[in-house]
């Protein structure tokens, strides 16, 4: 594949008109955003205007004035169109580990009689942790968390009812699981489903309401592009919300939090999964960046990050120095989320070399580096420089030659 | 008083220098500090270096290279000297009421024998709502909330042991409890205690350490001026840390997240207390404004907001108009914290009329006007005018004549 071809693939391309959006600096390729969404115009904006026209200004009045009360729920309205949520059931908030400690408590209260919660040893460990923190917290006799190898999912799903917590997209490999399936399979048995679509939001197409889902939760700052640390999200089904409590029962989740009533009164929205007041700088930044989506069908962006990553493994194959990273995804895009990860024994050093050269990825353990393909700012074009660089890196060996003394904390 | 005398007081007061930090509109005076600090130069800095010079163009190497990962703790380092703790016990994260629940999942962890969350009728609404939402997911045999009235706390600290959830300054009369001496009869008879210093910190004299204190938490963005929607912080005495476990532990609380372990390992520090992952934006700003406070003695800011909130009540007792605002903190400045609270029957419009004058204060059910006395960004000559636009609403009573339809969602 020659550059013609990339440029035809960029002339054909119906998001294209969004890569000026993004203010990504000229000498950097970015293929990690599937861990930071990097930087767009609108969110600088926004946060110049919360910081200088609405902080500064009016002060307290803001949170009327500016609809600052209402900004989860307007974030959230704008996620919602992603996952294939109608309004209203979706609301931004907290971390997805403080999210998906709520939902998991809301499930035991549905199902005081779910012992156990089931999920995959190789889940995003942020997840597994909180369940585990909420298993020791109630107690083994109450709550005990099987974590499963992916072969012995199937056969326990069709055993004891359970709280089902699954991540779509594993975040080490890039496999995606069948959320339709696998919802089915739980429910016809009992179970309740929590999905974490942190790796999936703003890539696949996802169908919450249409699958049946019960509960889901997902990332801000991955392929929403919020910003460091955004709120994450959480949705609850139409059906489950009338009866659905939540643990972290706070103020904001209160029908009237400014009315500062002494008994708690649920919202009768989604808004009762609210627990503090939010972060309104950093939601603001991830509402902003929710505007590049609209009107945008979810397809597309599948569409558009399959071709980036089979247009990447094309390119690869033109370079015999490339072989020696070996694909650890699965080679059938329908069944992989918009990373590609390759295995190396030098995989950290080689990651470490390409962010020097501004080339950014990302290394997992053991010996995987991570390359995310967002659809909204990225180029086929700029798939060409990518390969070329890691190929130079990897000729070269710059990963041997390295000056680096010692690990970072955060890879 | 005159405005020499006011002048000679602001000439007086070694925390002038600060007024130049913040940025507050000419026309304003703002006397609600207590409720959304205001905006520092320092603030506005920090985001646009976070915004511009990190996310934008450092990306996710950001999390090394501008320390990003360490920011709770950073931030929690500087909150220490505030509330008299020392280095590595205070982390800035969530918001309030997610680290409350957080530090009472580890306080009954700590005491499975304790059934019992003690606390005020009139505590702040979400502390109260928060314990409620842990005690219905625990059920009532497990845990019960017993909420008092101020003078049945003290026989309530001699019975059954507990865990003793209270707020130093009431959000609604601004009187202060003594911290010092209900944690020590606490204590006494087997009970843990946890203080929320939400509406204490950065104008209260606070000893965490020397008054034995078990756990405490508080609020970024009202004294603290860190933004709206600012992390909170919580505090954990060196005693406890090493055996305090928490149920909302996420990947940030690991030993070593980047290691994406299945197995949680829960940090040796403070860390061990954080859950997902922070919002950097609003956590950065929080942490600039912080710098204000550094080197500056609690005591000198206690006593500059008593002085502010003294002139202003030797100020008011100059206008016959304003007796009909009859003062409902405490007279003795001793026992209030920063604010001063009038109940009026009107107090709501009247808030309304001062805050449409650009004189912010805010309004707290059923019938209470409350103003709030900062002592970085407040000048004693300022509240000059903050008295004579109070009394001239009041004596035109230009609250009746009001051009508001309903009242606001946030007052």
């Not at 009360?69 to 580990?97: H, M, Y």
């Not at 499930?107 to 995959?120: G, K, N, V």
């Not at 369940?131 to 190898?149: I, T, Y």
């Not at 909204?376 to 000729?395: K, N």
Request: hydrophobic share 40%; glycine share 6%.
């Amino acid at each position: 594949m020659n550059t013609d071809k990339l440029k035809q693939l960029d002339a054909a391309d119906p998001l294209r008109h969004l890569q000026e959006a993004f203010d990504i600096p000229e000498d950097t390729i970015y293929l990690n955003g599937n861990s930071l969404g990097p930087l767009c115009r609108a969110s600088r904006e926004r946060i110049n205007e919360v910081v200088n026209d609405q902080w500064r200004s009016d002060l307290i009045a803001s949170w009327n004035k500016h609809d600052w009360i209402d900004l989860p729920l307007i974030t959230g309205n704008k996620i919602a169109p992603l996952i294939g949520a109608r309004e209203g059931q979706v609301v931004s908030c907290d971390s997805v580990s403080v999210n998906l400690f709520k939902l998991l408590s809301t499930a035991l209260m549905l199902r005081p009689e779910c012992e156990i919660i089931l999920t995959l040893q190789d889940n995003f460990p942020t997840d597994l942790y909180i369940a585990e923190g909420l298993s020791r917290f109630l107690g083994d006799a109450r709550l005990k968390v099987r974590s499963l190898d992916l072969e012995d999912l199937d056969l326990a799903l069709e055993s004891t009812p359970a709280i089902v917590m699954l991540t779509q997209v594993n975040f080490r490999d890039g496999s995606a699981l069948d959320i339709e399936a696998i919802t089915r399979k739980a429910q016809s048995n009992g179970s309740l489903v929590i999905w974490d679509l942190s790796h999936s939001v703003g890539v696949m197409p996802l169908e919450m309401d249409r699958w049946n889902v019960d509960f889901a939760v997902g990332c801000g700052y991955k392929y929403l592009n919020g910003g460091p640390g955004a709120p994450a999200f959480l949705y609850v089904a139409e059906r489950h919300l009338p009866h659905s409590e939540q643990a972290l029962q706070g103020w904001m989740g209160h029908k009237a939090p400014f009315e500062f009533r002494p008994e708690y009164d649920a919202s009768e929205g989604i808004e009762r999964f609210l627990s503090g007041t939010p972060p309104i700088i950093s939601l603001a930044a991830l509402d902003a960046a929710l505007e590049l989506f609209d009107g945008t069908d979810s397809t597309l962006l599948r569409k558009k990050s399959a071709a980036l990553a089979e247009t990447f493994l094309i390119l690869k194959a033109q370079y015999p120095e490339l072989d020696e990273l070996q694909l650890v995804s699965p080679t059938d895009p329908e069944l992989r989320g918009a990373q590609l990860c390759f295995s190396h024994e030098k995989a950290y050093w080689i990651c470490q070399a390409l962010v020097e050269r501004r080339l950014f990825a990302d290394f997992r353990n053991p010996d995987v580096l991570r390359l995310g393909f967002s659809p909204l700012f990225l180029s086929f074009s700029g798939l060409h420089d990518a390969v070329y660089l890691l190929a130079r890196v990897m000729r070269e060996k710059s990963y041997e030659n390295h000056k680096f003394a010692k690990k970072d904390k955060v890879t």
